[in-house]
């Protein structure tokens, strides 16, 4: 790295990601080596960083290359867990987060990470980025280890929004098919709409209003509508997609999360038991390696940030080098694809079905 | 067994237990097998069972020593999980699941387990048993494995309604600690408020008033109020008791039952990956034996309907002979505590407190 410059010469032909390097719980050390270890597997990133400059030009002089991959930008203040948004958005233009997010409004980066406080960072995004022509509420896309081909479900709205009317959810479908084309490659993506049970009479009067949207928008946003599903089809392979509001999502979402480690927790109280469970937990090593690897959060780490004029991915707050190496693995996916502007025009083009007539908005239907 | 009589001859200072035996997935014969094996295992059970007359007398035949323990109630007619709820209230008087309910009705038995219509249930139980003075929206609470000393912790409510309001919130928390108090025998069980984060600034405006509400009530009411909690704490150790809506509840429930079903899943695709790791698998059975007798839901089968006056528990549809007998194993043990005189007291003190000053209401508060 060569001054803290205004102009990014870590590119030359290099896809740009943008990187918050404050605001984790585990310090710009880990952010470092998650770039370091980016940059090691994948010659096509470059980087540009955001925080302290000397602290960072200390960390990233330490890994050997990662200089010449790196543009600094000097951001003297961070973004705290406990930081109220909408102090941070009035008084937060000297921060890491506020610099990250400036890199890819004025285009000099394609794609943000950070691992900072999640409301902060949604609420700076709206308002720096700006909302799609006729996005009323973004939300953010997390993946969820599943039974599916693709290994993994979306779910969203993931806590963008703890409220979601029926035309949000109608938008989070559409949104939601357009980040399963581009990240998992299927050409008609399934969605599902999260409810307590399948049958059409249960749940809310909004869902009910949410679930005729959906069905309707469906052949020409080219996704095929399940219905309503619940919440053991987060992991399962009745849909691809899942539909929620933020609350909802959230509580899902940890819930999921805790579970998880619940069993984990219970597996490894179970191998420790007898010293014939701990032989057998020494021959199954590489087997449970295997299956902790596929529901390892770190390693579908990213909600993405979905509805802005950019694509935000924001990494957990505990995110370790691995974590924060799985998002910007995300970040460069999502940049390589396009799909910050293959959803601007699906949004564009749903828009259009609502004032046209459903035969002339189809032709627009074939941006992505 | 004798005749189809009237009146309950299989108690002799029994505690009567009033099973619906149609209704679940698995048919009658699961539900009487459920029943041989409590029987078998608990000498102080009697029990009233519902449903068609010849085939039931025929099951609880095939069972030795069965006959004399059950009495049989002719039930012509089965609740079908497709059924809706308010048709089955209007026309569903020659039911098995009507006649269950009526049997703790009238007193003959304390408490009534079904793996029927879980909404259908629910109304039913509402229309006949009537609700608690004072209580608005009953509730569905479950179990939920944890890392407890109890080993489980305790959700409400579970999917008995989709909304709740700040008032219901509060006496979830209330009925919820008083089924911690006589289920789990703690003096003083922690209460959580399900939340998308524990700083007291989130969440719908409905919640800050139930904090404020829970807050006031906790210290007459004989429990602590930890605050708003997260999804993770579900399966943790933070709280005792989580609160939530019956929708929120419901979706959670599905979710963590979908995790652990998938981390299951993948451990035994793990585990059949290689020659290495079917032996380790062989050598770690009883420790994984071990692991899913903890988290099978089987084992912590039964939502307790709160609220109502008697207790009713509600097994999963697709319970099995080990999952019946879970159930009326729980009926039996909330039966033993009193449980449903102690709650309808604690509500009865609770009510107090809305209208007259704290300090009165106090000495209302010892009666469980």
Same mark, same amino acid.
């Given at each position: 790295?060569?001054?803290?410059?205004?102009?990014?010469?870590?590119?030359?032909?290099?896809?740009?990601?943008?990187?918050?390097?404050?605001?984790?719980?585990?310090?710009?050390?880990?952010?470092?080596?998650?770039?370091?270890?980016?940059?090691?597997?994948?010659?096509?990133?470059?980087?540009?960083?955001?925080?302290?400059?000397?602290?960072?030009?200390?960390?990233?002089?330490?890994?050997?290359?990662?200089?010449?991959?790196?543009?600094?930008?000097?951001?003297?203040?961070?973004?705290?867990?406990?930081?109220?948004?909408?102090?941070?958005?009035?008084?937060?233009?000297?921060?890491?987060?506020?610099?990250?997010?400036?890199?890819?409004?004025?285009?000099?980066?394609? *794609?943000? /990470?950070?691992? !900072?406080? $999640? %409301?902060?960072?949604? &609420?700076?995004?709206?308002?720096?980025?700006? +909302? =799609?022509? @006729?996005?009323?509420?973004?939300?953010?896309?997390?993946?969820?280890?599943?039974?599916?081909?693709?290994?993994?479900?979306?779910?969203?709205?993931?806590?963008?929004?703890?409220?979601?009317?029926?035309?949000?959810?109608?938008?989070?479908?559409?949104?939601?098919?357009?980040?399963?084309?581009?990240?998992?490659?299927?050409?008609?993506?399934?969605?599902?709409?999260?409810?307590?049970?399948?049958?059409?009479?249960?749940?809310?009067?909004?869902?009910?209003?949410?679930?005729?949207?959906?069905?309707?928008?469906?052949?020409?946003?080219?996704?095929?509508?399940?219905?309503?599903?619940?919440?053991?089809?987060?992991?399962?392979?009745?849909?691809? *997609?899942? /539909?929620?509001? !933020?609350? $909802? %999502?959230?509580?899902? &979402?940890?819930?999921?999360?805790?579970?998880? +480690? =619940?069993? @984990?927790?219970?597996?490894?109280?179970?191998?420790?038991?007898?010293?014939?469970?701990?032989?057998?937990?020494?021959?199954?090593?590489?087997?449970?390696?295997?299956?902790?690897?596929?529901?390892?959060?770190?390693?579908?780490?990213?909600?993405?940030?979905?509805?802005?004029?950019?694509?935000?991915?924001?990494?957990?707050?505990?995110?370790?080098?691995?974590?924060?190496?799985?998002?910007?693995?995300?970040?460069?996916?999502?940049?390589?694809?396009?799909?910050?502007?293959?959803?601007?025009?699906?949004?564009?083009?749903?828009?259009?079905?609502?004032?046209?007539?459903?035969?002339?908005?189809?032709?627009?239907?074939?941006?992505?």
């Amino acid at each position: 790295m060569t001054a803290l410059t205004d102009q990014p010469q870590a590119g030359a032909g290099r896809t740009i990601i943008s990187v918050d390097a404050m605001g984790g719980d585990q310090g710009p050390a880990a952010v470092v080596a998650g770039i370091a270890h980016s940059a090691a597997k994948n010659p096509d990133i470059g980087f540009i960083v955001h925080g302290p400059g000397e602290e960072l030009q200390r960390l990233i002089d330490k890994k050997r290359g990662l200089a010449e991959r790196c543009e600094l930008r000097h951001a003297p203040e961070v973004v705290t867990m406990e930081d109220k948004p909408s102090q941070v958005v009035r008084h937060g233009k000297q921060t890491s987060m506020w610099s990250a997010l400036e890199s890819v409004r004025n285009g000099q980066a394609t *794609v943000c /990470v950070s691992c !900072g406080n $999640t %409301g902060a960072l949604m &609420l700076m995004s709206v308002i720096r980025l700006r +909302k =799609l022509p @006729g996005i009323y509420r973004p939300a953010i896309a997390v993946m969820w280890p599943s039974q599916n081909p693709q290994k993994h479900n979306i779910m969203l709205d993931g806590g963008a929004d703890i409220r979601a009317d029926a035309k949000d959810l109608m938008q989070y479908a559409l949104m939601g098919a357009s980040y399963a084309r581009n990240g998992f490659g299927l050409a008609c993506p399934r969605i599902g709409l999260l409810n307590v049970g399948t049958e059409e009479h249960k749940g809310r009067a909004e869902l009910k209003e949410a679930y005729d949207l959906i069905a309707a928008n469906a052949k020409q946003s080219d996704f095929e509508f399940v219905g309503f599903v619940e919440g053991r089809d987060l992991p399962g392979t009745t849909c691809d *997609v899942i /539909v929620t509001d !933020g609350f $909802t %999502g959230n509580v899902a &979402l940890k819930t999921g999360e805790g579970t998880a +480690k =619940l069993v @984990g927790d219970l597996l490894k109280e179970a191998f420790a038991y007898s010293p014939l469970s701990r032989l057998a937990s020494v021959l199954a090593y590489t087997s449970l390696q295997r299956l902790k690897k596929r529901v390892d959060p770190r390693r579908a780490n990213g909600g993405v940030f979905l509805g802005l004029n950019g694509t935000v991915v924001k990494s957990h707050g505990s995110a370790d080098a691995t974590g924060v190496s799985s998002a910007i693995k995300l970040a460069f996916e999502l940049a390589q694809s396009g799909f910050s502007d293959k959803l601007a025009a699906r949004v564009a083009s749903a828009s259009m079905v609502d004032q046209d007539s459903p035969t002339e908005a189809q032709t627009e239907g074939e941006a992505e």
